[in-house]
C-alpha cells in the first residue's frame, strides 16, 4: 500500500494568512520504485530535504497549516510543473523549447539524484509517470491550492512559505570570501513572488531568531515560487532553504545532537512568520 499524495496538519484555530508547505520531505521509497532502480535507498535519499517536515512542525501551533509531502522528490518532484517531462526518461515524450532542469536529468520525474547520479536502468513508460503526477503531484497542488484560497477568504490574503534545505556545499561561493555563510537563503525570484513588506518581515523573522539570512543566492524560487507567487493579488509565495550541515549529518542522513536546538530556534521564526499574516488581514467574513 502506497504512501497518502500528501499530510495535512491543521491548527486547532487558523489565526493566519499563512501557509507553510514542505514538497521534498518525503521519505517512504514504494518497493517497486527501489527495484527498479540503480541506486540503493541510501543513495536515493541523498535529493531529499531530509527532516524539514519535522523541523517545522510546531506551525500548527502558530495558527497556520503544515502541507507535507507523501511522495520523495526522488519518485516525483513536487516543485516542477507537471509539464516538465523527461524524454531522455520516459518513452515517447517529446523534446520540447530547452529546460535547463530538464536537460540536467531534474524534470518532474527526476532522472537523476544529487552529483547527476542516474537513478533508473532504463526508460518509464508515460503510464508509469501519468500515474504519478495523478497520484502525487496533482492531489498536492490541489490541496496547496485549497489552502490558499482559505487564507484568501478568511484573511484578504495569502502568504506561502515553502520549506526546503541544502546542501552545505552549495553555499561555498555564496558572498565574500571569508565572509560567514547564510544559513537561511530566502527565495521570492527577485520580487516576482513577494511583496517587499513580506519577504522583508520573513528575513526579519529569521534572524530574530538568530539565522544568518541571504535572498535569492544561490536559489531563487522554481516551480511553486514561481506559480503561486502573485502579489498583485495579494498572494505571496517565498521559498526557504536551510542549510543542512546546521542539523543533520548529509553522510548519514540522521539528525544532529543539536536537532532539537535547531527546531526551537527555528519555532521562533515560525512565530514570527505566522504573524506576518495577521498584520494587514481583512475582518473575516461573517458565517
Known sequence: MREPAYRLTSPAARTTS??????????????????AAVL???EIRSSEDAFVDWLFSTAPNHGA??????????????????????????????????????????????????????????KLTQQEAQARLLGYWRPYHAALEGLLDQSHRLFGEAILIDCHSMPHEALENVGPAGAA????????????????????????????????????????????????????????????????????NEKTIEPLPCFEEVRRALE????????????????????
Open 18 to 35: 499563512v501557509v507553510f508547505a514542505s514538497p521534498h520531505s518525503g521519505r517512504v521509497y514504494p518497493q517497486d520504485f527501489l527495484d
Open 40 to 42: 540503493d535507498r541510501h
Open 65 to 122: 497549516p503544515l502541507l507535507t509531502a507523501g511522495a520523495p522528490r526522488a519518485f516525483v518532484d513536487l516543485n516542477r510543473a507537471a509539464e516538465e517531462l523527461d524524454p531522455a526518461l520516459i518513452e515517447g515524450v517529446r523534446r520540447i523549447a530547452h529546460n535547463p532542469r530538464i536537460a540536467s536529468g531534474l524534470g518532474v520525474i527526476p532522472r537523476v539524484v544529487a552529483n547527476g547520479r542516474a537513478i533508473y536502468r532504463g
Open 181 to 248: 555563510r547564510p544559513d537561511v537563503v530566502l527565495g521570492d525570484r527577485f520580487g516576482a513572488a513577494a511583496s517587499a513588506r513580506v519577504i522583508e518581515a520573513v528575513e526579519a523573522a529569521f534572524a530574530g531568531a538568530g539565522f544568518r539570512v541571504a535572498r535569492n543566492m544561490p536559489f531563487a524560487g522554481a516551480y511553486i515560487t514561481q506559480a503561486y507567487g502573485r502579489p498583485s493579488r495579494r498572494q505571496h509565495a517565498v521559498q526557504v532553504e536551510i542549510d543542512r550541515g546546521l542539523y543533520m
Open 268 to 287: 521562533g521564526a515560525i512565530a514570527g512568520i505566522a504573524a506576518i499574516g495577521r498584520a494587514e488581514t481583512l475582518p473575516v467574513a461573517a458565517e
